[in-house]
């Protein structure tokens, strides 16, 4: 059964509002213009990425959603075409108000933590998957979709992997069974999996970790042909920080991308994570301008695009005005930016309260990341949100 506000991929399941089939109309008739645009070898912005709806129904423009609340995010990224999510961690479940918060806002959410290897594969032959059950059942009784997060990466992993002096043969099969077991778990159920998290340095070489140490960079193709194996209806996403500026890393990420398509490798978008930092100055988050044009760059490639791990930190306490003031213009900029490309479809904020916020244990100093303070009062970053959303 699909739950009332429900996300369906069919594109037909759930009647339409007379606004919303104006809209669809609309939208159908900008990508038929595009399309035309773009085969009279006219200026478009995304040549590849612009598909119709029967050629990619997974794109987040093509479901259909009757919101529950509209006074949420979630309803202003509907009618955008999107979805707008946030990570849960230990607040989900712990109050009804914070819960109910998330359902009203949402209508996608990451595991901060719960997906883990040190959470779901704590030891060799154990999984324990009770809370990122919890949190998906909360998420379809919601009408919300999940991102998975994340299968190979150097943090967070269990003492029995690390310590564990495997060979390196020994070491792909952890690898590859891990991700048949945890993918065939959640079978059908997760949107999009954050496949290989945070490869790269800054300088763009392949970051040392346990998989790269032994493995070399083939872990992760390796991860990824694991991952389309067990789920082939899950997205699969490559997903780093500091990929939002120009640079070497981004570039690393850009190659790993085209060699993928390039080889048939299957990989169907790129995460950027967006953790940004507002310096005492205001400076520190790119300008619109350089987010659309690194988000149209990847476009190009024929990946989708998420925002995966959204958060802008200033000064706390005592941030000045300029530097509040730079964090909304942060937020308009980089939701701005997704709107502005159409291969961008997802907006996650790592954490729905300041207080919940990674931020705070992790850049000593710094603070008031997110969108609603520790009373679940909505900040001026969450209006910058819903205006660039077009609300
Ligand atoms: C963070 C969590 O939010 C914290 O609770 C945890 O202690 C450390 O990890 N990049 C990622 C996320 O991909 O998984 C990280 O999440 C933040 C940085």
Redesign the pocket.
């Known amino acids: 059964m699909v739950p009332s506000g429900a996300i369906t991929h069919t594109g037909r399941s759930q009647p339409l509002s007379p606004l919303h089939s104006m809209r669809a109309t609309l939208r159908c008739w900008a990508t038929l213009c595009m399309t035309i645009v773009a085969a009279c070898g006219g200026a478009t912005s995304e040549p590849v990425s612009v598909k119709t709806c029967a050629q990619d129904p997974t794109q987040a423009k093509c479901v259909t959603v009757t919101p529950q609340v509209d006074s949420g995010l979630r309803f202003y990224a509907t009618r955008n075409g999107r979805y707008m999510g946030t990570?849960l961690?230990a607040a989900f479940g712990a109050t009804s108000a914070y819960d109910a918060l998330v359902s009203r806002e949402f209508s996608l959410i990451t595991a901060?933590?719960a997906q883990?290897w040190q959470t779901i594969h704590p030891s060799r032959a154990t999984y324990s998957y009770a809370r990122a059950d919890a949190m998906l059942a909360f998420a379809q009784a919601n009408g919300m979709k999940m991102r998975g997060?994340?299968l190979a990466?150097q943090?967070?992993n269990p003492a029995w992997l690390i310590n564990g002096a495997f060979p390196a043969d020994t070491l792909a099969q952890i690898l590859k069974d891990h991700i048949s077991a945890v993918l065939t778990h959640y079978k059908g159920t997760i949107y999009a999996w954050d496949v290989v998290?945070?490869a790269f340095n800054a300088n763009g070489t392949i970051a040392a970790t346990i998989w790269s140490n032994a493995l070399g960079r083939g872990y992760i193709e390796t991860a990824f042909r694991a991952a389309r194996a067990a789920d082939p209806a899950a997205l699969l996403f490559y997903?780093d920080?500091n990929l939002e500026y120009t640079g070497a890393k981004q570039d690393s990420a850009f190659v790993l991308i085209q060699d993928f398509k390039a080889r048939g490798v299957p990989i169907d978008g790129i995460g950027f994570?967006a953790?940004f930092q507002i310096n005492a100055d205001g400076t520190g988050v790119p300008s619109k301008a350089s987010l659309t044009s690194t988000f149209q760059r990847f476009a190009a490639l024929g990946v989708k695009i998420h925002i995966t791990?959204l958060d802008v930190r200033v000064r706390t306490p005592g941030a000045a005005q300029l530097e509040l003031t730079a964090q909304t213009q942060a937020y308009s900029d980089i939701v701005g930016a997704c709107v502005a490309v159409p291969a961008c479809e997802a907006i996650v904020v790592?954490g729905v309260t300041d207080t919940e916020s990674?931020v705070p244990s992790t850049f000593p100093g710094y603070g008031s990341a997110l969108l609603f303070d520790g009373g679940l009062s909505k900040k001026p970053t969450w209006t910058a949100v819903k205006t660039a959303l077009g609300g």
């Open positions: 990570a961690d901060a933590n883990k997060h994340t990466w943090n967070q998290n945070e997903n920080y994570q953790h791990e790592w990674w």
